[in-house]
């Protein structure tokens, strides 16, 4: 079917791309009960016509957006979308639109410390043809730049300051724009284009939509309380009232349709104003508006402007049946960004966000190095070769242990789920795949998860005085490394995807995971909420890490906790760096008994020498699992959208 259209589209491409439909209905579905629940579109037809700009209009719920996201074939998750949707009167398929049409959201979504040149040169490699140069992605980039009029803003910050030296409201709206013109789409979609913008911002983006109709290019856009100007600027309109259609057509033919319903529009009043106002739908109907509504939505159906879209419908479906298949020069087909490519511009997204933004890692570096410089200060001239030197010696591993286990994880908490908004809408127009992301943004952040663990090992170390071997100090590093990558495999990557699963999800896998501390984050929507229920699961672990307990007085039902905590294997593979081989510890200031030798001290806690590699294995595993249950729920939270 896409090849058909493909060669349709080819065949009439000097027409432009008319967009057209019928019999469509929109429902939004309950999906724990899988019923319907509200047909938010009933039963409307229409078309859009290439070189004009068609606006929806309506007042709140009368479906503008639910009309326009089904007709792009970018309906929520929750909605069921009946119909028939053509181009130039071949059926339309989701495919399809999104290699041919753009859409604009109402929402801009931007990674704010990027400039406006290194966000629009990541979109072009996304979004672009393989095969195209980068010479020529520069040259179409600076044109499309100087055609909305931030060429001289190229190298302005998009967001994330207090300053002019980041972009306006009305200049994201226009780097969005530009963002979507990269594919020179036939269809162009904009959602509430003009929402949060000043007179003149409004005016200068419907001035560029017109620039880009004007192309013989087909644009539809949703529009909430257009001024008279920019209500000027429209060439046909389509009017809706509580999912039906009550006009469709031109601004003139609108005026006179009302007119002749016995609703005049005054002189002096904004017509949008007018139209949108006499199709008000009050919440309770007792007003009487409902069966205005009504009344004009029953009218429009037996209208002359009515009459002319059905026959527009039957001229594109007699036309695409007329179509002889093979008659046109068949183009090349698109070619996908190669992956490797994809991955390197996502790896490098990433580390400019986290290179940028202070809250990411300049002030966590402080924050450990402060922290290093404090503890380590406290334990100069503590750590010897006596029974005080083995109390002091738990104090530094502990801190070691807990300072790069709980800051990490809960320190995502609040910064991840930011991006999932970014990452659901990029996926869903098809510019990368889920593991590509997800191996880039782990790739972006390794550099702060080795810069952190080594700032904070070494300070310490130096300071308390521990074991004096280069070899020591080394495995110290790596283990220290090893816990702070785990922790944050735990706690970060869940938070992308609080909402994974349905409540029936939900609780089946609650108790698969109820042990394990990213699922909280997956789980529970809300970060007060899912701390709440992590801390008890953290002090779990804690209490079995060794220091506070001995392994084998724990309870038999316990024990197996040992295997899963990753701040017992780092306690004791920390533990065994420092007292291996060691023979020779005082007991002069200190009552009998006395640990004398280092293996004396490992059994006091249950530690096995034999046991650091394993230690390292385990966590390596503990590692691999945590990323592996973040990768599927996150292919699930975007699949589910």
Known sequence: MD??????RRGMHHEGTMLSWQNLSVYAVDQNQRTISKQLINNVRGVVRPGEITAILGGSGAGKSSLMTALAFRAEAGVVVHGD?????????????????????????????????????FMARMKLDGRIRSLDIRLKIDQLLRDVGLIERRDARIGGGDDDKVLSGGEKKRLTFATELLTDPEILFLDEPTTGQDAHSASVLVSHMTSFALRNRTVLC??????STIFDSFHRII???????????TSTQAIQFFSSQGYECPWNYNPADFLVTTLAIAPSGADGSGRVAQKICDAFFTSEACNEIDAVLQQELDAARSEIPGNNRESRAFVEPRCWLQLYWLIHRGFLQVVRDPSVQLIRVLQKVS????????????VNLNQLGIQAVDGV???????????PMYATLALIPQELPLLLREYKEGMYSVHLYYLARMISLVPGLLVEPILFTVIMYWLAGLRPAMDALGLTILVVIFTMNVSTA????????????????YLCLQELFRLSGCFFSAVY???????????????????TMGPFLKLGSLPLYLRWIRYFSWLLHSTEALTIIQWRGVHNISCETTELPCLTEGAEVLDRYDFDERNFWPDIVLMTAIYAVFHLLAYVFLWRRCRSK
């Open 3 to 8: 090849v058909k259209l493909d060669a349709s």
């Open 490 to 505: 735990c706690g970060k990557p869940f938070h992308l995807f609080q909402v994974a699963f349905s409540t029936t999800d």
């Open 85 to 121: 949707v053509r181009v130039n009167g071949v059926s339309a398929s989701s495919s399809y639109m999104r290699r041919h049409s753009g859409f604009m959201h109402q929402e801009d979504m931007f990674i704010e410390t990027m400039t406006v040149l290194e966000h629009i040169w």
């Open 239 to 249: 009017l809706l009232a509580g999912g039906r259609v009550a006009f469709a057509g």
């Open 397 to 407: 591993i502990y801190l070691l242990v807990c300072e790069n286990t709980f800051f």
């Open 371 to 382: 922290i290093a410089t404090t503890a380590g200060l406290c334990f100069v001239g503590a």
């Open 525 to 543: 929507q809300s970060v007060p909420l899912a701390m709440a229920y992590l801390v008890p699961f953290d002090y779990a672990l804690m209490i």
């Open 222 to 227: 949703t529009i909430h309380q257009p001024s």
